[in-house]
C-alpha cells in the first residue's frame, strides 16, 4: 500500500510556480468525488478499497465518516488532502482537481488549502508548543518573527496561551492535540480533514477537543471532515456518512450545526 510521512503536511514547502488554488465560488462544492475508484496490488492479489465512490460535500458542511477498520476512511482522507491518488476517478478539492497536481503542486497544495489532523498528534519532542504550531508557516517561507505572532494567536484560539513554551511531552494529550489543531489551521486553510482526532483521548476530554473543532469551524468558515468511530460525535455533523462495501452510505442529512 502507499505510504505518507505522516508530518508531511508540516514539511511541505510551496515553491515559486507552483499552481495556486482558487476561491471556490458559492455555488460550487468544496469537495467533488467522481466515480472514484481505489485499488491495491498485494501478495494475494488485487485489493478494491472502493469503486464508483461519489460524494458532493458543500462550503461549511462538517461531514462524519464512520467505518469499520480496514474499509478505507483514512485511504479516503489521504486523497482529499493529496497525499494519495486514486486508481480512478476525479478528486476536486477547494477548486482544484487534485489528481491532476504534480508532486510539488501537490505539496503546495497542502500547505495552502488543507488543514489536516491525525489521531495521534506528530508533534515534533524536540520544539515547543509555538515552535510546533509555526512550522507550516516557516515552511512557505514566512518570517520567523511572523510565524511566532501567529502561532501564538492560534495557541490562545485553542486555550493555550500559556503553554507555547512547553514541549510536547509536558502537555497532556488533549493539550497536545490541541496544539495539532492550532498547526493544522494556523495557514489558513478552507478544508480541515481530522482522521480520528478524538479517538486517543478519554471520553471527557475527546468531548472538549470536538467542541473546540466545531467551534472552530463556525468561526472559521471551514467545510471539515472527519472520520470517527465516535457515532455521538457524528451526530453533532452536518452529516453522517458509513463508508462500507466501497460506498459512503447515509446514516444522518441535515441535522448538525454545520
Not at 478539492?93 to 506528530?122: K, M, P
Not at 503553554?163 to 492550532?182: C, I
Amino acid at each position: 500500500m502507499t505510504t505518507f510521512n505522516p508530518v508531511a503536511a508540516v514539511e511541505d514547502a510551496p515553491q515559486r510556480g507552483d499552481a495556486e488554488t482558487r476561491p471556490v465560488e458559492p455555488s460550487e462544492p468544496a469537495i467533488q468525488l467522481e466515480d472514484l475508484e481505489k485499488t491495491y496490488r498485494t501478495a494475494r492479489g488485487e485489493l478494491t478499497l472502493f469503486r464508483g465512490l461519489n460524494l458532493t460535500v458543500q462550503p461549511g458542511e462538517m461531514v462524519a465518516i464512520l467505518g469499520q477498520s480496514g474499509a478505507g476512511k483514512s485511504t479516503l482522507l489521504h486523497m482529499l488532502g493529496a497525499l494519495d491518488r486514486p486508481t480512478a476517478g476525479r478528486v476536486r478539492c477547494a477548486g482544484t482537481d487534485v489528481g491532476a497536481l504534480s508532486a510539488r503542486e501537490a505539496a503546495s497544495f497542502r500547505n495552502r488549502a488543507i488543514g489536516y489532523v491525525w489521531q495521534f498528534h506528530y508533534l515534533l519532542p524536540e520544539f515547543t508548543a509555538e515552535e510546533n504550531v509555526a512550522m507550516p508557516l516557516i515552511a512557505r517561507g514566512v518570517a520567523l518573527a511572523e510565524a511566532g505572532r501567529q502561532a501564538s494567536r492560534w495557541l490562545k484560539e485553542v486555550g493555550l496561551e500559556d503553554r507555547g513554551a512547553h514541549r510536547p511531552g509536558e502537555l497532556s494529550g488533549g493539550e497536545q492535540q490541541r496544539v495539532a489543531l492550532a498547526r493544522a489551521l494556523v495557514t489558513g486553510p478552507r478544508l480541515l480533514l481530522a482522521d480520528e482526532p478524538t479517538g486517543d483521548l478519554d471520553e471527557a476530554t475527546a468531548q472538549l477537543v470536538f467542541e473546540l473543532i466545531e467551534r472552530l469551524h463556525r468561526t472559521h468558515g471551514l467545510t471539515s471532515i472527519l472520520v470517527t468511530h465516535n457515532m455521538d460525535l457524528a451526530r453533532a455533523c452536518t452529516r453522517a456518512l458509513r463508508l462500507e462495501a466501497g460506498r459512503l452510505v447515509e446514516v444522518q442529512s441535515g441535522k448538525g450545526n454545520g
